[in-house]
């Protein structure tokens, strides 16, 4: 069995097994999380972290592990976290279908992880959150977060990365529609995927008319074409990502991220340790009798809350 | 201004203005919340509550706005609320846009509603359930809850209405994939839109083929085409909400769904309010120099949580 002693170095090291261990601790709330996130705290802060994010159907993980591809090309170890919050399952399964696709090779200087935890509250990204964590601190140079949704988990997501793509295909108007300020808000550079396709040049240009709305940060998000199934323009995407990163550094934004991911970490983690105490020191069958007055509509959801935290 | 007294009977005598302060106030932990929930709570659990999900471009609105035309044509009251976690704005732009765009005439029989909450952990589906709670006390017949995205937000709103349709359209091969076991987990009943379209014997077929590998409840989700945009199907589609309820009125699922809506609701405003007390106790300016520390590196965010808790 292993303890956070003996599963820290091996983190450290890079092993595959204990980081896809150490995502679960963290995942699920193991005995040992609290004293492992210590361990891997001291050496974080040298991944660079790129969100990929965008409707369904959109070509997220092909563009995804093409920018692998290429960055293991030029020698750099990658982290990937595909973060599907409609999935209840995490783990594994999507190596699996990514090899077996054959779209990543086996691999020690690719991870790849799912992350799906349904459930607790914000735990979803909180999960994410921590998963970059344990991947930073194992020395990969880039972690790429892909989000199959459009919800607030992905946003919270998003905004803790350095640089977020939100990538879309031409022909689908209504998918700019539901986009809305949450995803404008996040997009660090735009990838019009699937360029090969009959309507780019409108996507563009009602791209641009949105960009025109919004936008003060002082960076003007770039517009790409890419058609991730051939490859083309990741090459060039990779340069623009870098760019941001320069922009990002040069501008302090880089610790204004940094605080960002912190915030939201520590309101994450409060709410769902907060409520876990509350629950603890009330005890489950305190808790199953307020949850059942509710339902049978004897006390209100507040009244009941109040309840279990003024009276512990 | 309004207290809750003052508030509460023009609510449950359902006027919209009313209706929407009163969701707001919710919305917004207002000092009269909890007052106003536990004065409308002994009126609840009349109304119908019927979930509208699936993937940007399905057509939920226009959908929605159908369903809701067809049951003003029996004389019922509708509420509309309109899920969008991807928004930073709530309240009432999404009336103006369907008044505009010709879909729903105004009409006191009908309130609509954009439910867009960011910012507070589970605030958007805790928020949702109060509004829900709101328009059920004030007499409307049928609750219609559209949601935008496909999140953890829309798994946690459509698993606590008593109906959820899943919408899809034909030719989106990937949306099927991207939907996953949470969706499936929650459809009451598929509906393929837009089924004008090519493709959509293949997207039955790929429908019932996801069925057969789930659905232990007893319940087999039926598949109904429609054609939102000229009303094709609405009328069959209602016959099947009926049934559905019907269903669970004779299966007991109202009671399972009451006791699964009390826990959500529960968990929600626990960690909501757990946090913001120990928040509150701690002060804001040693809440900041927490967060500081995780930005600095200095505190792992497992121990500046604990820090919080153990030493309000």
Chains 1, 2 share one sequence.
């Not at 969100?51 to 369904?56: A, H, L, M, R």
């Not at 092909?62 to 995490?90: C, K, M, N, Y």
């Not at 960002?260 to 069958?285: I, N, Q, T, V, Y």
Request: glycine fraction near 10%; charge should be negative; include cysteine.
């Amino acid at each position: 069995m292993d303890t956070a002693e003996t599963l820290l170095p091996r983190v450290l090291e890079g092993h595959p097994r204990a980081l896809g261990r150490a995502i679960s601790w963290l995942e699920n709330g193991h005995a040992g999380a609290r004293q492992l996130m210590a361990g891997l705290w001291p050496r974080l802060g040298r991944a660079r972290v790129v969100g990929i994010t965008g409707p369904p159907g959109a070509g997220k993980s092909t563009l995804t592990d093409q920018l692998a591809r290429a960055l293991r090309a030029e020698g750099r170890r990658v982290g990937i976290l595909a973060v599907d919050p409609t999935s209840p399952f995490s783990g594994g399964a999507i190596l699996g279908d990514r090899i077996r696709m054959g779209r990543i090779a086996p691999d020690p200087g690719v991870f790849i992880r799912s992350m799906a935890t349904r459930g607790a509250l914000g735990g979803l990204a909180r999960a994410t959150q921590d998963a970059i964590d344990v991947l930073d601190a194992a020395g990969f140079d880039t972690i790429l977060v892909e989000t199959v949704g459009v919800g607030q988990d992905e946003v919270d997501v998003a905004s803790c990365t350095h640089t977020c793509l939100v990538v879309l295909v031409p022909g689908l108007g209504d998918e700019i529609q539901a986009m809305k300020a949450g995803l404008m808000e996040v997009a660090d550079c735009f990838v019009v995927n699937k360029a090969d396709r009959e309507g780019v040049d409108q996507l563009e240009r009602d791209l641009e008319s949105m960009k025109a709305l919004d936008m003060p940060s002082g960076w003007d998000p770039p517009i790409l074409r890419t058609v991730a199934a051939t490859g083309e323009g990741i090459a060039g995407l990779l340069d623009r990502i870098e760019e941001h990163r320069a922009w990002l550094a040069a501008a302090g934004g880089m610790a204004r991220k940094a605080q960002e991911r912190a915030r939201l970490r520590f309101e994450h983690l409060l709410a769902e340790e907060a409520s876990r105490r509350a629950k603890a020191a009330a005890g489950s069958a305190r808790v199953d009798a307020l949850i059942r007055s509710i339902a049978d509509h004897r006390l209100d959801p507040y009244a009941a809350v109040a309840e279990l935290l003024d009276r512990p």
